[in-house]
């Protein structure tokens, strides 16, 4: 381990997460940690519980639109959450690139 660099940006100490990690993993590993039940969730998004299990298991398709709903109902930057989202979508397409997104020149 390196020790001589203690401060990485966020995004680069989160690459793998955001480029490997399918959306429904990424929902569920932040949920967990932030000792969220999917039914807690769900009632902060006035959705069912049974959603919820479906999303974390891929089973539900998810839009830019949803994924910056459950960052909002987690309170996380709907950015993070998007690009994970497409960047599982791009994985699950068999198309071998990485979206990562940057600030917009003012």
Known sequence: ??????NIPARESLKDVIENTSFGE???SIRVCDELSQTELAKRMKVTRQFIHAIELGKSNVS??????IAEALGYPREA???????DMLKK???????EFKV???
């Open 93 to 99: 397409a068999g198309i071998n690139k990485v979206v």
């Open 1 to 6: 381990m390196n020790t001589k660099n203690k």
């Open 26 to 28: 990424f929902v569920k």
């Open 81 to 87: 959450f998007v690009e994970v989202l497409i960047n």
């Open 64 to 69: 830019a639109q949803l994924a910056s709903k």
């Open 104 to 106: 917009k020149a003012a």
